[in-house]
């Protein structure tokens, strides 16, 4: 089976070298970068390239499997502009860590049968082909998301492409995902960000002589796309808001405690610390 990767960045080149070694599947990329292209090719990890996403419509890719590794925004064009493909027996699927915004787009075209969300749980603060490996996603979560329109040959299709490279999968309904990871991934991007400007604005060069190797660990965050995280926090946008309001609640409560009772504040940290030991 082809195998079509748009966007050959850190997802889309750990696929195709965690892929390439298997002879159920014939690897191609497409990528306005053409140095990535060149780089999979010289390592083998794809075995050739389209000169257009228009190319999709000839007969010899009937039956592929389309991913799309680009940020949200560029997904969402891209996704509009395979719009000649919906319904047929190409299946498409995506990587993005945002899915109510795509959501939507797919509502404008009564949800196309051949769609399926995809958020592989795995990646890194570095970008790019370049810093992509394979096995990246062995062992790490997979959520998918799919309408009840969805032809089954195309959610077994996307099932097993996760299964061969590793992944435990999940189904979840598109806006609870987003719900869900405005929590658990996206605030701690946040976090990061605005820790980082309140360190800025304090103007000491040599900070990082006075910190240990858990600022850096937690700041490390920050070093990730700063394209890709715009596109993110703008897209669940709503959802995000509703999760900062949350930590700011949770700075008050400690920032009170802190200004109190010392046996309160430790009884207070303890109480986090179990949870964190039990769920984390």
């Known amino acids: 089976m082809k195998?079509?990767?748009?966007?050959?960045?850190?997802i889309g080149g750990s696929i195709a070298k965690t892929l390439s070694n298997s002879e159920d599947f014939e690897i191609l990329a497409f990528d306005?970068?053409?140095?990535?292209?060149?780089?999979?090719?010289?390592?083998?990890?794809?075995?050739?390239s389209l000169h257009s996403l228009d190319d999709l419509v000839n007969?010899?890719?009937e039956n592929s499997l389309v991913i799309i590794t680009t940020p949200p925004s560029a997904t969402n064009r891209i996704l509009r502009s395979l719009e000649f493909l919906f319904n047929s027996s190409i299946t498409i699927t995506d990587t993005t860590s945002t899915k109510s915004f795509l959501k939507k787009t797919l509502q404008e075209f009564s949800f196309p049968k051949n769609f399926i969300f995809s958020h592989?749980?795995?990646?890194?603060?570095?970008?790019?082909?370049?810093?992509?490996?394979?096995d990246l996603f062995n062992g790490k979560s997979t959520i998918l998301s799919y309408h009840d329109l969805v032809e089954s040959k195309h959610v077994d299709r996307v099932t097993n492409l996760w299964n061969i490279l590793g992944s435990k999968i999940t189904v979840l309904d598109a806006d609870l995902h987003d719900q869900?990871?405005?929590?658990?991934?996206?605030?701690p991007h946040v976090a990061a960000y605005a820790l980082l400007n309140t360190l800025k604005g304090l103007e000491q060069d040599d900070l990082s002589d006075f910190s240990g190797g858990g600022l850096g660990e937690f700041l490390r965050l920050a070093s990730s796309?700063?394209?890709?995280?715009?596109?993110?926090?703008?897209?669940?946008?709503?959802?995000?808001?509703?999760?900062?309001?949350?930590?700011?609640?949770?700075?008050?409560i400690l920032k009170d405690k802190i200004g109190k009772d010392p046996n309160s504040l430790k009884t207070f940290l303890v109480e986090l610390k179990n949870f964190k030991e039990s769920n984390f």
């Open 3 to 10: 195998i079509i990767i748009i966007g050959l960045g850190l």
């Open 32 to 48: 306005s970068d053409q140095s990535s292209i060149k780089n999979a090719l010289d390592k083998k990890s794809i075995q050739g």
């Open 59 to 61: 007969p010899e890719y």
């Open 120 to 134: 592989p749980v795995a990646g890194s603060h570095l970008s790019g082909e370049k810093n992509s490996v394979a």
């Open 180 to 187: 869900i990871f405005a929590y658990s991934s996206h605030l």
């Open 225 to 252: 796309s700063p394209e890709m995280w715009a596109d993110i926090f703008s897209m669940n946008e709503t959802n995000i808001s509703i999760a900062i309001d949350d930590l700011i609640k949770s700075l008050e």
